[in-house]
């Protein structure tokens, strides 16, 4: 057979042609070298179950592909998967296998997902145990229980239960994606704190105890929260006017408080002083509050003596018993008599330095009972001290004497207090000297120990004295 040139050049051409074609579809797509193992290495995969992985199924690293699966056989203790990876990408060794589903009709892979990028690569026969390896759960199974809970609900609540899902969630895509997406990083998270997750789940115990033991004071609560709950229902009316009526009744007190803004803090800060000496004497004013009542009622009942009765006088009882002395007054404790101002006097002058009480015994029964020797101190029960300071001291109240010397000098004592009695820190004043002198001649010596004379300080003495002679006025 006799061949043209141009013949010969078309089969050359066509020859070429197919040799390519074929090297291309051997070496680029059928890669018939991968089929004799060139170019690439096994890895076993130990997995609990088969989970629909099947032979050829793809293998990828990162999202990219990387091998397939060679063979999926079973084992003893469950199912192996022999994987076939390219040469060319290292992959790291400290990682997970998870088989995932391509589509919701299967088409199986498995996913290989590094734990530390840092690590040894991956190398011929090397295994990954089941301890690495997460499959899903089975679709079959997945589906019939879908099926089972879907004919359980009847038909028409089913069309109903859809409808108004499609009407709750209608248009919510953005939202629910963004609510899966927090729900992810909050289970990353969780798996990132899992030891503190697990303490707190572990140290909840005595918490959970505290409540179960306060289980009747939570089902009181919870009673109350009813009754209150019962009672907002039964006054709706009287509720809904609160809360119509509220936003005005809550400007006119912001213009209240704006009209008494430039004094409300001074005020504010007056209340504070005596706010801290409520708190103090807490106790007295609760003592006050609960006699006051007693104490206004019994002098209405003596006001009132004799309402309805048939006698004239309408009106307290009074009598004229004149208890004089009883009880006696008491002079332990204050200036001497010399030292005292007479009563007429009407200037203010300086007080005395120290403290003027009656400084007799606390447990007496005569003389100033109620005295301010009494006073109980609120910051310390069971203690009683005149002052404010001898309270929050840890000193005890020290009586001058008991207070029963009828004569003589009233603050006479051996304990060698001042009178006044001096606060703690306080120095006692300092003593005016007093020169002696003599009535007779008129002399006496001064502070500057010079003898000087003053004769008409004293009357002269004319004759012997005797008692008459002192009864007898001056001058007779």
């Not at 076993?44 to 056989?73: F, H, I, M, Q, S």
């Not at 006001?303 to 018993?321: E, M, P, S, V, W």
């Not at 020797?373 to 001291?393: D, F, H, V, Y």
Request: aromatic share 6%; hydrophobic share 40%.
């Amino acid at each position: 057979m006799h061949l043209t040139r141009r013949i010969r050049m078309q089969l050359t051409v066509f020859a070429v042609v197919s040799v390519v074609a074929g090297a291309v579809m051997i070496f680029g797509y059928i890669n018939v070298p991968a089929m004799f193992g060139i170019g690439r290495y096994a890895v076993t995969v130990e997995l609990p179950e088969a989970a629909g992985l099947y032979k050829g199924g793809n293998v990828t690293y990162r999202g990219t592909k990387v091998g397939r699966v060679d063979d999926v056989r079973l084992t003893d203790t469950g199912v192996e998967a022999v994987l076939s990876l390219n040469s060319g990408v290292d992959i790291p060794s400290d990682l997970r296998a998870e088989v995932h589903s391509q589509s919701a009709v299967g088409e199986q892979f498995v996913a290989l997902l590094p734990r530390d990028g840092g690590s040894a690569p991956l190398k011929g026969d090397d295994v990954i145990t089941r301890d690495n390896v997460t499959v899903p759960p089975d679709i079959n199974e997945l589906v019939d229980a879908t099926n089972k809970g879907l004919q359980a609900i009847p038909r028409d609540n089913l069309k109903t239960a859809v409808d108004e899902g499609y009407v709750a969630f209608g248009g919510l895509g953005p939202d629910l994606a963004r609510l899966v997406d927090g729900s992810t990083s909050l289970a990353i998270d969780a798996r990132r704190d899992l030891d503190s997750l697990t303490t707190l789940i572990d140290e909840s115990g005595p918490v959970l105890n505290s409540q179960v033991d306060s289980s009747d004071s939570i089902a009181a609560w919870a009673r109350n929260v009813a009754n209150l709950a019962d009672q907002v229902k039964n006054h709706d009316s009287d509720v809904r006017k609160f809360l119509d009526r509220g936003a005005g009744a809550a400007d006119q007190g912001r213009a209240l408080f704006d009209r008494v803004n430039p004094t409300l803090p001074v005020l504010l800060a007056n209340l504070v002083s005596v706010g801290e000496v409520a708190l103090t004497y807490n106790a007295g004013i609760e003592q006050i509050l609960v006699v006051l009542p007693a104490s206004v009622a019994s002098l209405q009942a003596a006001g009132i003596a004799n309402r309805d009765t048939r006698q004239d006088y309408k009106g307290a009882y009074l009598d004229f018993n004149l208890n004089l002395n009883l009880p006696p007054p008491c002079n332990t404790g204050y200036l001497p008599v010399q030292q005292r101002r007479p009563a007429a006097h009407t200037d203010a002058p300086d007080l005395p330095e120290g403290d003027v009480y009656c400084r007799v015994p606390q447990d007496s029964q005569v003389l100033a009972v109620r005295g301010a020797r009494n006073i109980p101190c609120l910051n310390a029960p069971g203690k009683r001290a005149p002052t404010a300071q001898l309270c929050e001291s840890d000193e005890q109240y020290v009586p001058l004497n008991e207070g029963l010397n009828w004569k003589g000098d009233p603050n006479a004592t051996l304990s060698g207090q001042a009178v006044p009695q001096l606060r703690p820190g306080q120095e006692a004043p300092a003593s005016i000297p007093a020169p002696q002198y003599d009535p007779a001649t008129g002399t006496y010596v001064g502070p500057d120990g010079k003898l000087y004379t003053q004769s008409n300080l004293a009357r002269p003495v004319l004759g012997e004295q005797t008692w008459e002679s002192m009864l007898v006025p001056p001058g007779r």
